[in-house]
């Protein structure tokens, strides 16, 4: 009996390992495809726009995006070499175009796929040494989505901001329970 429950225990602990890491992957691509119906939207100018030197463009926030997904996801839990240049992330003097940039950026999102899927949930509590900080597996991966999901809704903001209202919605209510009217 005991060997049972320690069984179906250990089935629901897996079952919560793996479905974490499915919607881990679930909200990263959500947050890109954000990201990337912003950008469709946007004109070459507007990518690079910054309305004072205080202010982050969206191509910068990307750039971020991109090196911080690296080192986090691909390399803290990964194990590739963090490369990172945090620094130069935030320098918009070598601007790539939009066709660049947005290849960059779903080949992050696809190497963060891909290192979500091949990572073993036994080790989420697994302890990892990421940009000086100690944190759990569970941890880095909770926190670089959460970091993802802010920078799309400051793109969004950002896109909406530029376009007005030329902004497409990504999504609207299609029923009285989803809000429509």
């Not at 793996?18 to 912003?38: G, V, Y």
């Not at 320098?91 to 960059?104: A, I």
Request: hydrophobic letters at 35%; proline letters at 2%.
């Amino acid at each position: 009996m005991n060997n049972d429950i320690a069984r179906k225990t250990g089935e629901i602990i897996m079952s919560f390992e793996k479905q974490f890491l499915e919607e881990t992957n679930i909200r990263i691509n959500n947050a890109s495809k954000i990201i990337i119906h912003c950008l469709d939207q946007l004109k070459e100018e507007h990518i690079w726009y910054r309305p004072d030197n205080s202010v982050n463009n969206i191509g910068i926030i990307i750039n971020h995006l991109c090196g911080n997904l690296r080192q986090w996801i691909i390399s803290g839990i990964g194990g590739l070499e963090d490369i990172r240049n945090r620094p130069l992330e935030f320098n918009d003097s070598t601007r790539l175009s939009k066709t660049e940039l947005v290849n960059k950026f779903r080949e992050i999102i696809s190497s963060c796929n891909k290192t979500i899927n091949n990572f073993d949930p036994d080790n989420l509590l697994e302890k990892r040494r990421i940009q000086g900080f100690e944190k759990s597996a569970l941890s880095a991966i909770y926190g670089t989505v959460n970091h993802l999901e802010l920078h799309a809704g400051q793109i969004i903001y950002i896109t909406r901001s530029i376009l007005k209202s030329d902004y497409k919605l990504k999504w609207i209510p299609q029923t009285k329970e989803q809000g429509a009217e």
